[in-house]
């Protein structure tokens, strides 16, 4: 069972476009939902993270935006770089019932085209 | 500063061959998890401990036993490895739930 379904699976953008990647939930016991990014051969690394008590954080170019209501949420990249082409996974993280998890979407690789 | 250390970085096993994965953490982290990662499949949560002599199943914990004997290690035990159970293995730390996960550069593990 995918607790936290991630869209799309890949991702092509042009250098300076906008990257947009989303993720969906059904467990409404999700307190923390981070994004992490992945570059080949190595561990995933916090990206940037946020609490359902807001609705949109930013950091630089990198924006998460929250939708409790829909238990929706997106990454967007803004001025995507070449950089940035990376694997990007969405998180979220739970301690219901005494069972502490933070479960992971499959990922979405992203190209930047220069 | 060494963050998330992951022992070995590659191995290759026989069917049925047993094998133990070392994670060591410097951060002083009470939580600790294993993962697998495979293509297509994201990461998933194998086991999980949120403190020195504790450990939790997480969704894919068959065939997977763990030990969190001091704090700042977390060990990964296969007793029979499987085909099935090749992948990529990742450790991470957090000082706490709901705050930043460090992982480790990963083990790339093939069983034959």
């Known amino acids: 069972q995918q607790q936290v379904k991630q869209s799309p699976q890949s991702l092509i953008v042009q250098k300076g476009g906008i990257s947009i990647i989303n993720c969906a939930y059904e467990n409404t016991a999700f307190d923390y939902f981070p994004w992490y990014q992945q570059f080949p051969g190595k561990g995933p690394a916090l990206l940037i993270a946020?609490?359902?008590?807001?609705s949109e954080k930013k950091e630089g170019r990198f924006t998460i935006s929250f939708n409790k209501s829909a238990k929706q949420f997106s990454l967007h990249i803004m001025d995507s770089q070449p950089g940035d082409s990376a694997t990007y996974f969405c998180a979220a993280s739970t301690a219901q019932g005494g069972s502490e998890k933070l479960v992971f979407g499959k990922g979405t690789k992203l190209t930047v085209n220069p | 500063n060494a963050g998330v250390t992951q022992t070995p970085k590659f191995r290759v096993l026989k069917t049925g061959q047993s094998m133990t994965l070392l994670c060591a953490q410097d951060?002083?982290?009470?939580?600790m998890y294993w993962y697998r990662q495979d293509p297509g499949m994201g990461l998933r949560l194998i086991h999980y401990?949120?403190?020195?002599?504790?450990?939790a199943k997480g969704e894919v914990p068959d065939g997977y036993n763990v030990s969190r004997l001091k704090k700042q290690n977390f060990l990964l035990g296969l007793e029979s490895a499987a085909p099935s159970q090749t992948s990529v293995y990742f450790c991470a730390s957090s000082y706490v739930r709901n705050t930043e996960a460090f992982f480790g550069q990963g083990t790339r593990l093939t069983v034959v």
């Open positions: 946020i609490r359902p008590d807001v």
């Open positions: 401990s949120v403190g020195e002599g504790t450990t």
């Open positions: 951060m002083n982290h009470e939580y």
